[in-house]
């Protein structure tokens, strides 16, 4: 069974919170959570000692009280807490777990009509976390079949110069190509300039949202083919920032795209959008100007799927960038754990949830870890409440390639977790051939 139960603390990270806005030049009210190991990791059966120190004006009160909420990273509530800031320890307490997981611990200060909040989370043996998600004995079956089906499609690319975004090195297209229920998926390329090919891949996919906006040149700069994807069936090559950002809008008028389409598996959104990528990827494998050799996926969120997924489903990626990857265990509501976005499940019960969870497995990104084939550097943040670390460990248990994860245990949902935004520009740099030669343990 699991437990949390009182303690003391040691020493100390922390985590400031978001807090309401203050008057200028005053320090605001903070809730700081902290455990007594930097790396906030422990083994099961351990107790990790937290401590909750709330401040006025950079000074410690001494006297409220603290509203403490523990959960199984996000999901099933292990107990709630009232911690008296007067009392000799009070504000001090242990939690632990028994089984591979997360605790999420959130406190909450009231000072009149203003809530203050701040977040800590403990890891306990995360690499030894099993994944609820199950293989379908067909899933293999399921993507093959797809994506022979797109191919016999014409792939009708079509290429359009963007000259404001081209410049001395770097020559920048719209690009799109013929997807599956007469749509298109589209994106930009970049190619190098007045340099003799064959040249290294670079492929990425953005976050959740309305874009890509514009094309990614940076890697073309440095001699590589780099090639931006979005994930929806409007064309962001030529309908410019407004026009994207109105589309979007369009297509979240009756629910988050991300939902569209469940629980059938031809009909899933991002049934289309995985092809289409996918498609993407052959189209640029099969251009003579590629070396055959590197061809590298990047992204973060629903990016950090993407990387993930295409790794796992087409054998033309050689590396793999994954920064806080969405779409991991949609399952993990299974184990009482809170699952990746897009929760696919929430507010649904019964049949519909169950329909939903058998679709899902088609879809995510650990049934593709599990098929990976080249190295991998995954991050995660343990206070991320999109994508819950235990998600995204679940998904990074499954690869038996090289790799490497980056843990922050400070780091919500955000592009800047831990060392790993400073290792991925030489993780990608080598991979790509256009840097020294770089290992995920380098």
């Given amino acids: 069974m699991d437990r949390w139960l009182a303690g003391f603390l040691v020493l100390c990270v922390s985590l400031l919170p978001v807090c309401p806005a203050a008057e200028p030049g005053a320090v605001p009210v903070k809730v700081e959570v902290r455990t007594e190991r930097a790396s ?5 059966g351990e107790q990790a000692q937290i401590q909750v120190t ?35 320890d009070g504000a001090v307490f242990g939690v632990g777990l028994d089984q591979p997981g997360f605790v999420r611990v959130k406190a909450s200060f009231i000072q009149g009509k203003a809530r203050y909040e701040g977040t800590a989370a403990v890891g306990f043996d995360p690499e030894k976390i099993v994944a609820t998600t199950v293989d379908p004995e067909d899933f293999d079956t399921f993507w093959r079949t797809a994506r022979n089906q797109l191919a016999e499609l014409p792939v009708d690319v079509q290429l359009t110069p963007l000259e404001k975004q081209s410049g001395a090195n770097v020559d920048c297209y719209a690009i799109s190509f013929a997807n599956v229920d007469n749509t298109r998926i589209y994106g930009f390329l970049s190619v190098p300039k007045g340099r003799q090919g064959p040249f290294p ?18 890697w073309a700069a440095k001699g590589c083919l780099s090639l931006v994807m979005g994930v929806h069936a409007y064309d962001v090559g030529t309908l410019g920032k407004e026009g994207i950002n109105a589309a979007y809008k369009e ?15 031809e009909k899933y959104y991002f049934y289309r959008a995985i092809l289409g990528v996918d498609r993407a990827i052959e189209w640029l494998a099969a251009r003579p100007d590629w070396d055959g050799t590197h061809l590298v996926m990047d992204g973060s969120s629903q990016g950090g799927a993407f990387a993930l997924i295409m790794a796992g489903l087409n054998s033309h990626v050689t590396a793999a960038a994954a920064n806080v990857p969405a779409l991991c265990e949609h399952t993990a509501s299974l184990a009482n754990r809170q699952p990746g976005w897009p929760n696919l499940t929430n507010g649904l019960s019964g049949k519909d949830k169950d329909d939903v969870l058998a679709m899902s497995a088609y879809f995510d990104a650990v049934n593709f870890a599990r098929r990976i084939t080249c190295p991998v550097i995954v991050s995660v943040g343990f206070i991320d409440s999109t994508c819950p670390p235990g998600t995204v460990y679940a998904a990074y248990n499954q690869i038996k390639t090289p790799k490497r994860m980056f843990p922050d245990p400070l780091a919500g949902h955000q592009w800047t977790v831990g060392e790993f935004r400073s290792f991925q520009p030489k993780w990608l740099a080598g991979r790509l051939g256009v840097g020294p030669a770089c290992e995920p343990g380098d």
């Avoid at 906030?40 to 099961?44: G, H, S």
């Fill in 201 to 218: 891949a670079y492929v990425t996919v953005p976050g959740a949202g309305p874009g890509p906006f514009t094309p990614d040149a940076g």
């Fill in 40 to 44: 906030a990791l422990y083994a099961c």
């Fill in 251 to 265: 297509l979240n008028a009756n629910g988050t795209y991300s939902h569209i389409g469940k629980p059938d598996r």
């Fill in 54 to 88: 709330v401040t006025d004006q950079g000074k410690a009160l001494a006297e409220g009280v603290v509203m403490v909420v523990v959960t199984r990273d996000g999901g099933e509530l292990l107990g709630k807490k009232t911690l008296d800031l007067a009392t000799p």
